[in-house]
């Protein structure tokens, strides 16, 4: 089982709703990530976190805020999203997130729909 | 050219036989594999992850990584029906953490 834990695990909201998708790890890791995921496409990263403090963003629209309240946690919060915005939302984390050999760990994902 | 690319199949084999999955990448500084397997619906989870040239055997499951080359595989021995998945080649891109993931190849074990 995974050690990484989203929620909620299916969201449906509204192109004016807020929401947020959280994510926690138990395994002391010190990097998180989100990545995003559509149908029969590959994950794409969105967001790292290295100690808590964001390090990449990969030119994210900013309807899309991550926030990484502390070593275990990370939330990723939603405003105004379009309903091509709906895609799977996967969290992962790592020992480290400039070390070679650390291996990256998925949640199990968060499904969202924008309607 | 993608930076991580895969054969998207379908990779059609029959029960108890050796599924062979292949990915190569441009990156040449690259230092970290690995092999995640998805089925329909989850999330990705990790298979195999390589570091080094040559083979790593886990279970049913060979890693092999040529740098050189530039071409990771994975191979499946004795497939089974629940190997029936999308496995995910990626790549670790540089010192950052980002991952750069293939398109994936779907596997069919057939009964």
């Known amino acids: 089982d995974t050690e990484v834990t989203q929620t909620p695990k299916h969201l449906v909201m509204g192109m004016t709703n807020k929401k947020s998708l959280k994510c926690e790890q138990h395994?002391?890791?010190?990097?998180m990530y989100w990545y995003k995921q559509k149908a029969k496409k590959p994950p794409e990263l969105m967001f790292v976190?290295?100690?808590?403090?964001?390090?990449i963003n990969e030119s994210v629209p900013s309807r899309f805020s991550p926030e990484c309240p502390n070593s275990s946690l990370l939330n990723l919060h939603l405003h105004a999203l379009q309903p091509e915005d709906s895609a799977l939302y996967l969290c992962?984390?790592?020992?480290?997130?400039?070390?070679?050999?650390?291996?990256?760990?998925f949640g199990e994902g968060s499904w969202l729909t924008v309607v | 050219q993608k930076e991580v690319e895969q054969n998207s199949g379908p990779l059609s084999v029959p029960e108890g036989a050796i599924a062979s999955l292949n990915c190569t990448y441009s990156?040449?500084?690259?230092?970290?594999f690995f092999w995640y397997r998805q089925y329909s619906g989850k999330s990705p989870e990790l298979i195999m992850s390589?570091?080094?040239?040559g083979d790593k055997e886990d279970g049913r499951f060979t890693a092999q990584l040529n740098k050189a080359s530039q071409y990771v595989s994975l191979l499946i021995r004795d497939s089974q029906p629940s190997d029936s998945a999308t496995y995910l080649c990626?790549?670790?891109?540089?010192?950052?953490?980002?991952?750069?993931f293939g398109q994936g190849t779907t596997l069919q074990v057939k009964p």
């Open positions: 395994m002391g890791h010190r990097a």
């Open positions: 990156d040449r500084g690259s230092q970290s």
């Open positions: 990626a790549v670790r891109s540089g010192n950052t953490g980002k991952l750069i």
């Open positions: 390589i570091y080094s040239n």
């Open positions: 976190y290295s100690y808590e403090k964001l390090s």
């Open positions: 992962a984390s790592s020992q480290e997130s400039t070390e070679a050999g650390n291996t990256i760990y």
